[in-house]
């Protein structure tokens, strides 16, 4: 088949609102984003394929993206190769079918890869400076990725015996990505990605492929588990104790530590009388034994969140029954691309003409992370505020439940009173439907409401007194969010503990990133970084990785050997955070998550919007910070 007719079969059932994009940018004719070519609004999280256009429409903008791009595979040079700011949320209204705020402009250009994410300079470091990186995960990679390249000496310290963090622990049946695969991966990595939403071995892959394509494992010491770190005032150093697979120790030094250890360890598990006791099998989904089987097994699972929305779906046709404990309803969005491989042809597309690919990245970055951020705001006259924030939330609480009854069929009536919550949407974690209210058609399967009193031999008894045989019981209750950072000590100046300073559930961080008390150490994945209106994580995560190369550089540039957030810095930045979170959905009343701490303060999750993350963290601002000049 010819380069031109493969093109031409990728074309023909492309994404219309990203061809549009393509199109101003090969032929710099602006006619392209406006009427008759402007795409309508999609709806929910679709990609819109065909714009809302006709197929006459359709076929023109097909037949002239094909043109365009066969010229520029030629030799012809792209029109509008730098396109400004005002240029690409111009192009970005009209590809989405709403607005977009012109403030949107720099951070697009970033995603576009004009002014990359990725620290691109080389940082002229003393001799003998070093960094050690704790955590091989995605955060990790992207910071190692930035200090290898801009020769900044480093080593990754992981207790696995590979990268990929939680891909590597969490092998449970289904487990899988909910953000779409091409937004969760490097703005500096893309790939050929085999599906929309990549599940567990593909995401491992992927992030395999990052540590191969960058030579990074020559610079990550595996199997290696950090137990303690601990501030060194008078060389303005960490001293990070180890511990080796073969059981020795070792304490190493470094200038810099950056945490890179995520919030999803260590596993959570509930609270229940004679769980430990129970004379069947039990595991925690994070612990699935390799190889286990369901076959034939009667299977309780406690947890109905988003490990259990993977998880039971995909099991439970092997089981002889599955019974669900859930501690409450969630919110479910439904999700058009569940197990939908990405063509063969549109894997060519992505491949043979980058601006496709960064544009259809791009239209995600919308449709997943800010668009629905306005709404998830109070409104103090709205009329129901016990359902719902607003107008725009109530709609969205109408369609889901909409949503829920179609997808429940004939059993609506017996189960909507379990299922629907009474909280307003995206007060809790928003769930993507892997098939769960079919699953509940099953009749192998039940939805149990009343909560778990004991367990005694192999039946689990409820608090009204119902007794559930099992086999197996599979703990699928998440993980212990709240306590960031307790899987090693960390020892800051004259002493103190991060634990004593945080508590159990009240971690807080300038930026979710420097906290007061200790220098010349980064948390990565921080306290209020969690995009909970939705999106990638891996963006929030490269925005950080570059405000940390910037502090590194200003040491290099300046001579520091101690840099530390101010205390004023940090407790203004905390206050602004609360401040916005009253406001939010997430201390709505009716709510409780694992967002919140103990005092119902929102610990996990961020108040702000990408761009505006984006601002926050492009350029360091050196007087939030104290700093010391190099000793020695």
């Known amino acids: 088949m010819t380069d031109k007719q493969q093109l031409a079969d990728a074309i023909a059932i492309a994404n219309i609102p990203t061809l549009l994009m393509v199109l101003v940018q090969l032929t710099g004719d602006k006619r392209w984003i406006a009427d008759p070519y402007r795409p309508k609004r999609g709806s929910g999280t679709g990609d819109n394929d065909s714009g809302g256009f006709d197929e006459a429409v359709q076929k023109e903008i097909r037949d002239a993206s094909l043109a365009a791009i066969l010229a520029w595979k030629a030799g012809e040079p792209v029109a509008l190769e730098a396109p400004s700011d005002e240029d690409l949320v111009e192009m970005l209204t009209s590809s989405m079918g709403e607005k977009v705020p012109t403030e949107y402009g720099e951070m697009t250009n970033a995603q576009l890869g004009q002014t990359p994410m990725k620290w691109e300079n080389k940082i002229d470091v003393p001799e003998g400076f070093n960094v050690i990186v704790i955590g091989a995960g995605v955060s990790g990679l992207a910071t190692a990725v930035s200090l290898q390249g801009a020769g900044v000496p480093f080593t990754v310290l992981e207790r696995r015996s590979n990268v990929a963090g939680v891909w590597q622990d969490n092998r449970y049946p289904g487990a899988g990505v909910d953000t779409p695969s091409h937004l969760y991966s490097f703005s500096f990595a893309p790939y050929d990605w085999s599906a929309y939403f990549a599940l567990r071995g593909e995401l491992g892959d992927y992030f395999e492929s990052v540590a191969e394509d960058f030579d990074l494992k020559k610079s990550i010491n595996f199997e290696t588990n950090v137990i303690s770190t601990e501030y060194q005032a008078d060389t303005q150093s960490w001293k990070v104790q180890v511990a080796y697979a073969d059981g020795s120790e070792e304490t190493l030094e470094a200038n810099v530590v950056i945490s890179c250890a995520g919030i999803f360890n260590p596993p959570a598990f509930p609270n229940i009388q004679g769980l430990d006791s129970f004379t069947g099998e039990s595991w925690h989904t994070a612990e ?345």
């Open 288 to 632: 699935w034994p390799e190889g286990k089987s369901l076959d034939g097994k009667k299977v309780v699972m406690i947890g109905n969140g988003a490990t259990a929305m993977q998880l039971g779906p995909e099991i439970q046709n092997q089981v002889e029954s599955l019974t669900i404990f859930q501690r409450g309803p969630h919110w479910v969005s439904p999700f058009e691309q569940f197990r939908v491989d990405v063509p063969e042809a549109i894997r060519y597309l992505f491949k043979e003409v980058p601006l496709y690919r960064m544009w259809y990245r791009m239209r995600l970055g919308w449709i997943y992370n800010d668009r629905v951020y306005d709404s998830l705001h109070k409104d103090p006259s709205w009329e129901h505020p016990e359902r719902s924030l607003n107008a725009t939330n109530d709609n969205h609480r109408a369609y889901f439940t909409s949503y829920m009854k179609k997808e429940l069929g004939d059993r609506a009536d017996e189960l909507m009173d379990k299922v629907l919550p009474d909280f307003p949407p995206f007060g809790k974690r928003m769930l993507m439907d892997n098939g769960w209210y079919r699953m509940l058609r099953n009749p192998k399967v039940e939805l149990v409401d009343n909560g778990i009193d004991r367990i005694e031999g192999n039946k689990v008894i409820t608090k009204d007194g119902n007794e559930y045989e099992a086999d197996i019981i599979l703990i699928s209750t998440g993980f212990d969010v709240l306590k960031f950072l307790s899987t090693y000590e960390i020892i800051g100046r004259e002493g103190k503990n991060l634990r004593d300073v945080w508590g159990d559930d009240n971690a807080s961080a300038h930026l979710g990133t420097n906290v007061p008390g200790f220098p010349n150490f980064f948390t990565l994945y921080g306290p209020n970084l969690q995009p909970g209106h939705g999106g990638s994580f891996v963006f929030v995560c490269e925005m950080q990785v570059r405000y940390v190369m910037q502090m590194i550089d200003n040491m290099a540039n300046d001579n520091i050997g101690a840099v530390e957030c101010k205390q004023e810095v940090h407790d203004n930045y905390i206050d602004k955070v609360n401040s916005i979170h009253e406001n939010m959905v997430w201390t709505h009343p009716g709510v409780s998550s694992y967002y919140r701490n103990s005092t119902g303060r929102v610990v996990v999750n961020s108040p702000y919007r990408n761009v505006d993350f984006f601002k926050l963290t492009r350029h360091v601002d050196m007087d939030d910070f104290v700093t010391e000049p190099k000793k020695g």
